[in-house]
């Protein structure tokens, strides 16, 4: 397969999801979710689909309004620590973030997860972490509202303009345009379609990074 050419002069700040973007997780999300979503009679399939990019928080108050939503929180999120152990890097993943910080670009994550969680599966996966890491605990509502990639541009100092978001996910490729980023999709989940989408790849092995200097 052909690669893909990403120019990354236009951009002064990269901003990546975590989950399904850099790790693959997908195992652990539905081995910590599915006793869940038995024990509320809620449908397994539905909340991976509809939830994947959001934090539990959200989708607990969407599937299931009834219930303590901090409580369900905190049992899920020990779930997915429980798991962190089994997650993998996207292939490709850990070479493109090398050479970015090699090129000395700002860059940060914006992921749903909690810190603790995120942390634990960017170490596992052998990824850096980066200096600015926005998670579940910094934002009053996530994806897929602006507010984790308009905090991530706010603390690398870069207008969401001059950044380049990497989603997986419908719910955090519309933070991401919302925002007011342009956007490469990675993975095949994602089912928008915008022209601010500069790019689509199965993973990081799929792109190299073209030098051409922009007009």
């Not at 009679?41 to 991976?48: S, T």
């Not at 994550?109 to 603790?116: D, E, F, I, L």
């Not at 490469?184 to 601010?196: K, L, P």
């Amino acid at each position: 397969m052909a690669l893909n050419s990403l120019n990354l002069n236009h951009y002064q700040g990269l901003i990546f999801d975590m989950d399904g973007t850099l790790v693959d997780s997908e195992v652990a999300v539905r081995q910590a979710v599915a006793p869940w979503c038995e024990k509320h009679h809620v449908d397994l399939e539905m909340v991976l689909t509809t939830g994947r990019g959001a934090r539990f928080k959200d989708f607990i108050e969407q599937f299931t309004p009834h219930l303590d939503c901090q409580h369900e929180v905190e049992l899920l999120e020990q779930a997915e620590a429980d798991l962190a152990h089994t997650v993998t890097a996207i292939p490709g993943a850990k070479s493109f973030l090398s050479e970015i910080k090699a090129q000395q670009r700002k860059w940060a994550v914006a992921t749903s997860a909690n810190r603790h969680n995120a942390i634990a599966r960017l170490t596992t996966a052998g990824l850096p972490i980066p200096e600015i890491l926005i998670t579940a605990d910094d934002v009053g509502q996530g994806k897929p509202h602006p507010e984790p990639f308009l905090l991530a541009a706010k603390r690398l100092g870069v207008a969401t303009s001059r950044c380049l978001a990497f989603e997986d996910s419908d719910q955090g490729v519309r933070s991401a345009l919302s925002a007011g980023c342009d956007v490469v999709v990675v993975n095949h989940f994602c089912t928008i379609h915008h022209d601010h989408i500069v790019a689509r790849i199965n993973h990081y092995q799929d792109i190299y990074l073209s030098e051409e200097v922009s007009e």
